[in-house]
């Protein structure tokens, strides 16, 4: 007699609720992978944009959309989030669900207000971190989900086998699956998230409102000043639900860099040189690290090369690493704050990273692996 | 009777004392307007290179350098630039003497309380607000001056005629002059540069602070992020001796600064969306009015361009470039805060920037110009 398998859960037949960039990418993400995908989304034109960029199956209605879904994703804007988990756990009541919020503990606090233990299970909270500054399902990609960190952050409710098995699927995307405790996960992305986008708004507002008074003030404003404000042209009514939807680990993050910005600031008035050049030391050895940390865009591999200074330098090593068929990922001629010049970080996925550094090599350069 | 022309400055003999970066590529701009330069730096290798590299006359003493010149132009460290002034006045008393540093109040202080009035007249303060990520005489080059916003601070004892010819001479190295009060200059540098300094550094420190407890804090540190703390890997020497030389204007700054802070803390802890919206709206189009104006960090264009993300794509784009003879500055596949791909920033000089981009017009890019 043979024992019965356990009852796997497959996910094949997919609804994306909420068809705009992040939604749509996922559709078509899923598709390559083999999925049946239908999507549904509360603006028509929105829903009919993302069916014909993307071939997704057009649902007449929410209900429609999940009724034979397997996975429910829930894309929609972070403020109707909750609302949207909630009906479609009701909807589809063998589903799983998931959500693509970036923030989580306020989406899963509203959604367990709203439904049973049982539908709990099911809700395996999400946030893949990958994106594009364009929005739209007519900027969608099946490649905005490749290589990104993709978290998911269960409850103590979540039914440990659906978190399983969507952890299997996601990475079957090709993304790189982190689990984190929604505390922390809201907490970790509040720090290196939502305060850059604070303090980039913040800086931004004190020189446009000196502006009034000093109009040669933006005239004075080098490059440190434009990286440092670029943030703060990203979109007010996805930033301020973003930020109240986070407000408590905000706040706190907002906290910490005060507390720290008042203590260089007591420093630097009290002329104490010594101290503000080893705050500084610190900040520039942790800024050095953070270059050979893989981006939230795992799954990549770093090579560090150094090339000469001219005109055409760049593109013989671009052009090695192309005729060897590696992609590259990211690109970045790095300057050492010391000066010095020529040297180039390439990032390329991690399983072709042997074949990098191998067509390197062979062409006569010298990489060093970062990460 | 013909009545006699007003007598006139001429800058021709110029000395530059302290030859790195600044110091080499003023030099080097100098003699392409028709100058003869000669060099002094405390530390004989570095002006070696600097006359190696750039061709001024090395002298064999800061008063061999200064005894015939017209004009003394002072680039030393900033901790040095008073006394380097107060020295040059009295070892050249005809003169006409202006400094580089990125701070006036302190400096024209110090050296008001070392010289009499008729040298002080001959002391135009000035900023020449270029530069480069690089440091050292071997990376100077007269193309960093070509463009950039140059500041006259004059005292009220500065003698007007000597203003004069000395914008004039900064205008004719290819430089736009902006006179401003000293105390003006340092405040709004304090705002547009050195906030923007000590704010990077202190993001910085609050996630590598967190990351002993957190390890995968950075792991979701996007590209947003990487651009707010690119800053902190800045010399901590420099920035320390910058920050205490203006540092009642910089604290001041982080004073506006934390204050914008704490009213965006409490209206996101208030749940006061439409406020928070609304703060970021102004700040989104004050940076978007700020892509409109031409960037300090002058003597580079940037452009923008879209590939395919696929292997060869970014050869392609350095291989176009390479082959019309323009060196890549720079180049950036750019990231939005949430991710996103396939966007390269690609920066040249200046006085390529028009042959950058008809290559890429040719090779069927549609490049955008961002600065």
Redesign the interface.
Same mark, same amino acid.
């Given at each position: 007699m043979t024992s019965m398998p356990p009852p796997e859960i497959t996910l094949r037949r997919v609804a994306i609720v909420g068809t705009g960039l992040i939604g749509t990418s996922i559709a078509m993400a899923a598709s390559r992978a083999g999925a049946t995908v239908t999507g549904w989304d509360l603006d028509p034109v929105v829903l009919a944009t993302a069916a014909a960029h993307s071939g997704l199956g057009l649902a007449a209605s929410l209900e429609a959309a999940v009724a034979d879904a397997d996975l429910v994703v829930v894309a929609t804007p972070i403020a109707a989030v909750a609302a949207s988990v909630t009906a479609v756990l009701r909807l589809a009541p063998t589903a799983l669900v998931t959500d693509a919020a970036s923030v989580k503990t306020a989406v899963i606090d509203n959604v367990r207000a709203a439904v049973g233990p049982e539908d709990l299970a099911r809700f395996v909270p999400g946030h893949p /971190?990958?994106?594009?500054?364009?929005s739209g399902p007519e900027h969608a990609?099946a490649?905005?989900v490749d290589g990104?960190?993709w978290?998911l952050a269960p409850t103590d409710e979540t039914d440990l086998v659906r978190i399983d098995a969507l952890e299997a699927w996601v990475e079957g995307l090709g993304a790189r699956v982190?689990r984190?405790d929604p505390e922390?996960h809201d907490?970790?992305?509040a /720090?290196?998230?939502h305060?850059?986008?604070? @303090?980039?708004?913040?800086? /931004? #507002?004190?020189?446009?409102?000196?502006?009034a008074d000093?109009p040669?003030?933006?005239? %004075?404003?080098? #490059? #440190?000043?434009? *990286?440092?404000?670029? %943030?703060?042209?990203?979109n007010?009514?996805l930033? &301020?639900?973003i930020?109240?939807a986070n407000?408590?680990q $905000?706040?706190s993050?907002? *906290?910490?860099? $005060?507390e720290?910005? =008042?203590a260089?600031?007591e420093q630097?008035?009290g002329? *104490?040189?010594?101290a503000?050049? &080893?705050?500084?030391?610190?900040?520039?050895g942790?800024?050095?690290g953070?270059a050979t940390?893989?981006?939230?865009? &795992?799954g990549v591999a770093v090579w560090q090369i150094e090339i000469p200074?001219?005109? =055409? @330098?760049?593109?013989?090593?671009? @052009?090695v690493?192309?005729?060897g #068929?590696?992609?590259?990922? *990211?690109?970045?001629?790095v300057?050492s704050?010391? =000066? =010095?010049?020529g040297t180039v970080h390439l990032t390329v996925a991690a399983p072709t990273s042997d074949a990098a550094g191998d067509v390197l090599r062979r062409a006569g350069y010298d990489p060093t692996r970062l990460a």
């Open positions: /971190m990958g994106g594009s500054e364009r990609s490649s905005v990104i960190v978290v982190v984190l922390r907490r970790l992305v /720090m290196v998230s305060l850059p986008q604070v @303090a980039s708004t913040s800086l /931004m #507002g004190v020189a446009a409102t000196e502006e000093e040669d003030i933006l005239l %004075l404003a080098a #490059g #440190g000043f434009r *990286d440092l404000t670029r %943030l703060a042209a990203s007010p009514g930033w &301020s639900d930020l109240v407000r408590r $905000v706040a993050a907002i *906290d910490l860099f $005060v720290r910005l =008042g260089l600031r630097i008035l002329e *104490d040189t010594a503000v050049e &080893s705050v500084f030391d610190a900040a520039k942790a800024r050095l953070l940390k893989p981006t939230v865009r &795992s200074d001219e005109p =055409g @330098a760049l593109a013989r090593i671009t @052009a690493v192309g005729e #068929g590696v992609n590259i990922e *990211d690109l970045q001629i300057h704050p010391e =000066g =010095g010049r």
